[in-house]
């Protein structure tokens, strides 16, 4: 069993920036990758990035690469979304997820991720 648990949400102006940290705990497998996800109001669940495990291997949504930067801490057991040049668009619940044995054709499929956080809330507004 995994849990995973998001943080670092709030409030920002357009223009700033946050961290959204997502910690896992419980068994692993030698395998597996992590993605962030949001979903916005009235709105599809969006991938935004993911990273593998062992191979560190990054990937990102449609447009988000160059403002969005996903990292990793393996000791900590961590992952974080850099949310650079934020816009009222970006506005939305960010889910951490977890799928395990990967495969890059459906890195960004919803479906594979079998282990989800409650998800943080990120707001932009003046």
């Known amino acids: 069993q995994v849990q995973l648990v998001e943080s670092g949400g709030g409030l920002v102006q357009p223009g700033g920036s946050l961290k959204l940290t997502c910690t896992a705990s419980g068994s692993t497998s030698n395998s597996y990758a992590v993605a962030w996800f949001r979903q916005a109001p009235g709105k599809d669940r969006e991938f935004v990035a993911a990273?593998?495990?062992?191979?560190?291997?990054?990937y990102y949504g449609d447009s988000l690469k160059g403002r969005f930067t996903m990292t990793r801490d393996n000791a900590k057991k961590q992952v974080y979304l850099q949310l650079n040049s934020l816009n009222p668009e970006d506005t939305a619940v960010y889910y951490c997820?977890?799928?395990?044995?990967?495969?890059?054709?459906?890195?960004?499929?919803?479906?594979?991720?079998?282990?989800w956080g409650q998800g943080t809330q990120v707001t932009v507004s003046s």
């Open positions: 990273i593998r495990w062992p191979n560190g291997a990054t």
């Open positions: 997820a977890r799928q395990s044995n990967p495969i890059a054709s459906t890195i960004r499929a919803t479906y594979r991720y079998d282990y």
